[in-house]
């Protein structure tokens, strides 16, 4: 071999010592980059739960807000019909009449049956929204698992490549 053939390959294996020995580092930070991403990731997985008990208090204090109002407008309700039933048995000039009191069930029934539609919507959009906040933190619990799996995949590889061949590291070679 001439001794510019010798040269190159020694310039060859010094190249590869070094770029192996580079790209170890770089394995070496980008694997510990990965592990605070996936700390990260914990930290929040952690804190979703907080998350959706607010979210689901949120729901459940707007439903108690609807269904106080409803309960003063069936309340106000009850009193007007009460109200034009006095006045019509006033009016009669008699202590009840059988106009004024078919009247006022006539009116109680559909009061009655008002105030339970709307409370059985309200309690249908309760539903919906816890429903709706158990969907969004089963599906960002489930992306944030999946995100962590895939970010330790990728940690383990740039483990595999921080342990790499290269030759001024390797078992029983100094």
């Known amino acids: 071999m001439d001794p510019f053939t010798i040269a190159m390959l020694g310039l060859s294996a010094y190249q590869a010592f070094a770029g192996q020995?580079?790209?170890?580092?770089?394995?070496?930070?980008?694997?510990n980059y990965l592990g605070q991403q996936i700390k990260g990731i914990d930290t929040a997985l952690g804190k979703l739960g907080g998350v959706k008990d607010s979210q689901e208090q949120v729901a459940k204090t707007q439903y108690d807000i609807g269904q106080e109002r409803l309960n003063i407008g069936q309340s106000q309700n009850q009193e007007k019909i009460s109200s034009q039933y006095g006045q019509a048995v006033q009016q009669s000039g008699l202590s009840?009449?059988?106009?004024?009191?078919?009247y006022k069930q006539r009116a109680d029934k559909q009061s009655e049956n008002q105030f339970s539609f709307q409370s059985e919507d309200l309690m249908a959009?309760?539903?919906?929204?816890?429903a709706g906040v158990e969907e969004w933190y089963t599906g960002e619990q489930d992306r944030l698992k999946s995100e962590k799996m895939s970010l330790k995949y990728q940690r383990s590889q740039a483990q595999e490549k921080k342990k790499g061949f290269y030759f001024g590291k390797n078992p029983g070679w100094g």
């Open 125 to 130: 959009n309760l539903g919906q929204s816890l």
């Open 21 to 31: 020995k580079a790209e170890k580092k770089q394995a070496g930070i980008q694997s």
């Open 96 to 102: 009840t009449t059988a106009g004024a009191e078919e």
